[in-house]
């Protein structure tokens, strides 16, 4: 099935501790975009990626890394992880760069730090 | 600053109409989406307006005033399924989406 796949579903963490977020698209989207969302705020861009071996920063990007080795996957790593990044994590694609293009999105990964 | 304004929480009966109103302060503008999301799950995209008017989709309308900074998302005929959280997303001058908090849609029977 077409789609965005993210790992794992949900995760508890030590304060401290390094976690790799895990996306796959099998669309041959180009684009990719790591989101986070909190209750009572929007949607918030961590980092996004227009295309394979390129990536860029979003709105917060710190305490985030991310890498595009390849069009399909679209890792989003937490090198030290604190409890402020206690959040959904979404991960997203668009077949264009086009910023008025579709984006769709994968089921999410929520992430808690202790 | 950017903002995106939308209210909190809305009940309607199944059956009716609703209409949640978005509005918007960008920097700059380039249209604006509304995504549905239900709970635990990820959004979907539902429309795109960047013209002043009304576009219908089935059930769902979409209208847009840009000299108002005004959006709003017409829901006819509730489902109890149309029970979900609608997002608002404005694109600004740099072509970076600012994201509403989501108004969350409580339909009952």
């Known amino acids: 099935i077409a789609g965005i796949t993210q790992a794992p579903t949900s995760q508890i963490l030590a304060a401290g501790r390094r976690m790799t977020l895990r996306c796959t698209q099998d669309m041959r989207h180009n684009a990719m975009y790591w989101y986070r969302q909190d209750l009572g705020l929007g949607l918030r861009l961590i980092h996004y990626?227009?295309?394979?071996?390129?990536?860029g920063k979003g709105e917060v990007p710190d305490g985030y890394s991310v890498s595009r080795a390849n069009t399909d996957d679209f890792p989003l790593t937490l090198a030290s992880a604190v409890p402020s990044q206690t959040s959904v994590y979404f991960c997203a694609s668009s077949a264009t760069t086009s910023p008025t293009d579709t984006q769709y999105f994968g089921p999410g990964t929520r992430l808690t730090v202790l | 600053g950017q903002n995106i304004d939308q209210p909190t929480e809305m009940t309607a009966t199944e059956g009716a109409i609703v209409q949640i109103n978005c509005t918007y302060q960008?920097?700059?503008?380039?249209?604006l989406f509304w995504y549905q999301q239900h709970a635990g799950e990820a959004p979907t995209f539902l429309s795109y307006n960047v013209l002043d008017g009304l576009e219908e989709k089935g059930r769902f309308s979409s209208f847009l005033s840009r000299s108002k900074g005004y959006s709003y998302l017409l829901l006819k005929e509730l489902q109890m399924k149309d029970s979900a959280s609608y997002l608002c997303?404005?694109?600004?001058?740099?072509?970076?989406?600012?994201w509403g908090a989501g108004t969350k849609l409580i339909i009952k029977p």
């Open positions: 990626s227009n295309t394979a071996g390129t990536t």
């Open positions: 960008t920097s700059g503008f380039n249209g």
């Open positions: 997303a404005g694109l600004d001058s740099n072509y970076q989406l600012i």
